[in-house]
């Protein structure tokens, strides 16, 4: 196989420069860090008054956690390490109670996390020739426009489609020849099934490849999908706190992903006693951000479960590879690719009068998608004959929930006392959905 690379250098640079190139960062780093008062506190009690505290990678160990708490703890400003004047741009995601957590960048973070997706992109054999049709939200998620300004950047023809609107999708597909898509592993079969319902050939869409992440999927679920498809399939991984889509992705050799190292450091924690897991075994990823300076986030628990394979890859590349993300160490659910934490949804239904006491979520699949149904127990106050104002508080609910969560859900109303209730801890997420679809 001819591997390509977007930057042979830094892709295959050997270890020892590697790493005295991520020491650098890191200093780099921690300087735009000791801007902010979060981390002029936190480094200060660890010793680190000044990026020369920090002599080897080694001191890596000396930087306290940072939380997605600390994150939302800091709304909105707290992370800014820059002068409000000098930010471009801003993205955001959930957090646990509906406040989210908000990532800035200046010129050159933006630049940074451009020249990272490009190189994502361009590693999987792409190049100018091809039209990359972007799947995805825009808008605070980060999916959207990292991978806009990712293949702009690798001189491909991006097709803004955005996500939903499945017909006009393979429309897109037919009239403009897309050779690469970039979606939700969920969202690509749904395409697929679409297709197959009204009788879109294979042949009259030149599709050869697509980028699948934003939420976890299986091995099979990948080849399932190359199979349906006829065309390749990589995974991305990412997240908003490390700017979004391109921190590790599969190369051509689709063996794990590789973490880019010039820009992050990844570590492999125990999420119990937070010290290093052994070499190799899965554990909590921790990443710290080596490339942007406007909010800087040193050591943070990601709450992915992976781990690292040990060996070389064969394309060459030097950044250490990645095991697709198990699952998380937290109660984050990831719907169709959208992030929500149950405690979101019990904020809506707890604040509500006419609601009981108990309630339950409820995630399966419905064909290809997720679905998600919230079962919520009525009050005394309410009579489950009548209708009126039954379907008044479902509306009322589902609209609340969707305003939440952007998530539009499925709203049951029950009886009080007719949900299951368990002895000790209660049980309030069902998630039927397969493991392997
Ligand atoms: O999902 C960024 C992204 C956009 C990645 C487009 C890939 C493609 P968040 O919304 O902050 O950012 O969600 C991050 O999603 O911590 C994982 O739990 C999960 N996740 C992302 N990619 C994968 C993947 C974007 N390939 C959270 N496999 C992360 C499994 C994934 N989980």
Redesign the pocket.
């Known amino acids: 196989m001819n591997y390509q690379y977007w930057n042979s250098e830094l892709e295959t640079m050997p270890r020892p420069a590697l790493e005295a190139l991520q020491l650098n960062r890191l200093k780099e780093a921690v300087g735009w860090a000791l801007r902010t008062s979060f981390y002029r506190e936190r480094l200060g009690k660890a010793g680190i008054g000044s990026p020369d505290d920090i002599k080897s990678l080694a001191d890596l160990r000396r930087i306290p956690y940072t939380t997605k708490q600390d994150l939302r703890d800091g709304f909105p400003y707290g992370f800014l390490s820059i002068p409000r004047e000098e930010v471009v741009r801003l993205h955001a995601?959930s957090g646990t109670t509906g406040v989210p957590t908000t990532i800035y960048f200046n010129r050159d973070d933006i630049k940074r996390w451009t020249d990272n997706v490009a190189r994502c992109i361009y590693g999987t054999g792409c190049n100018s020739a091809d039209v990359f049709q972007n799947m995805?939200n825009y808008g605070l998620?980060?999916?959207g426009l990292?991978?806009h300004a990712g293949g702009e950047e690798v001189g491909m023809l991006v097709i803004p489609s955005g996500a939903g609107n499945t017909t006009r999708q393979f429309r897109l597909m037919q009239d403009f020849g897309t050779t690469v898509v970039h979606a939700t592993p969920s969202f690509l079969l749904h395409v697929e099934a679409r297709m197959r319902e009204e009788g879109v050939s294979r042949e009259s869409i030149k599709l050869r490849k697509a980028f699948a992440?934003?939420?976890?999927?299986s091995e099979d679920t990948r080849r399932r999908i190359e199979a349906l498809l006829h065309i390749d399939v990589y995974?991305?991984?990412?997240?908003?706190?490390m700017n979004?889509?391109g921190v590790a992705f599969e190369c051509q050799a689709k063996n794990g992903l590789h973490l880019w190292e010039d820009r992050y450091i990844g570590e492999i924690i125990d999420p119990d006693t937070l010290e290093p897991a052994p070499e190799g075994e899965t554990g909590e990823l921790v990443l710290t951000c080596l490339c942007r300076e406007a909010t800087p986030i040193l050591r943070y628990r990601?709450?992915?479960l992976s781990s690292f394979y040990t060996g070389v890859c064969p394309c060459g590349r030097t950044h250490r590879r990645l095991r697709?993300?198990t699952g998380?160490t937290d109660d984050?659910l990831?719907i169709n690719g959208v992030?929500v934490f149950p405690s979101q949804i019990e904020e809506v239904v707890m604040s509500m009068k006419e609601v009981g006491n108990n309630y339950l979520i409820v995630v399966e699949k419905e064909g290809v998608l997720d679905r998600l149904t919230v079962k919520v127990e009525v009050g005394p106050d309410i009579f489950m004959d009548d209708t009126r104002p039954l379907n008044a508080l479902r509306d009322k609910i589902r609209s609340t929930i969707q305003a939440s969560i952007t998530i539009n859900p499925r709203v049951e109303l029950h009886e009080g006392g007719s949900l299951p209730v368990s002895e000790g801890k209660a049980k309030r997420v069902i998630d039927n959905r397969p493991k392997d679809i």
Do not use: Q, W
């Open positions: 995601s995805i998620f980060t999916g990292g991978f992440g934003a939420e976890p999927y995974n991305s991984y990412g997240l908003s706190e979004g889509p990601t709450r992915d697709r993300i998380r984050m990831i992030n």
